[in-house]
């Protein structure tokens, strides 16, 4: 069934709609959506490493921009729909605390989650209600972003038949360490 999903996958990242898709699902992770966009970049970079930095573009852009809702969903629907969207991630109670000492350290808060699997939803949304000024937000989104979506790209189109071996042959694994990840990175918001 693992092998049959992994196909399918590769299959769908050389669909001619794929960067289609991947711009929506890295808008939507940005603000609302709980699954990064790595799920379908990864196999797109694999199944044609020569479009790598297009792929790792349309992320990163799609990306920012969904940044860019969540923050406003922050700055002006934070009652409406970021609250419930945070009490979802285990973040209700904290916010009031949280939120005296996050533009403290929003650039690195942004920065921090913006490379790693934190959900950067979260952030987006917490810099919009807490008032991060746009700019630093949006500098830092593009770093952060960039960072993350360029690096997988350049370690793909540069060891990409080896990665693609190495994925096919330890796909079990990979998809067990990918859900401990994956499940760590909430469980670590939630008590963050």
Known sequence: MLRALYDRTIRMAEHRH?????AVISFAESSVFPIPPDVLMIPM???RPSRAW?????????????GMLGYAIGAYAYEGLGQPILAALGKGDAMAAFSTRFNDFGFWAVLTAGVTP???????IMSGWTAMPLGTFIATSILARGIRF?????LLWKFGAP??????????????????LLFGGFYLTRYF
């Open 118 to 124: 934190f959900p950067y939803k979260v952030i987006t």
């Open 150 to 154: 360029f690096l997988v790209a350049a």
């Open 18 to 22: 794929a960067l289609w898709v991947l």
């Open 163 to 180: 990665v693609r071996d190495f994925i096919e042959r330890k796909l079990g694994l990979l998809t067990i360490l990918f859900v401990v």
């Open 54 to 66: 297009l792929i790792a573009t349309v992320a990163l852009v799609s990306s920012v921009l969904g």
């Open 45 to 47: 970079i694999l199944a």
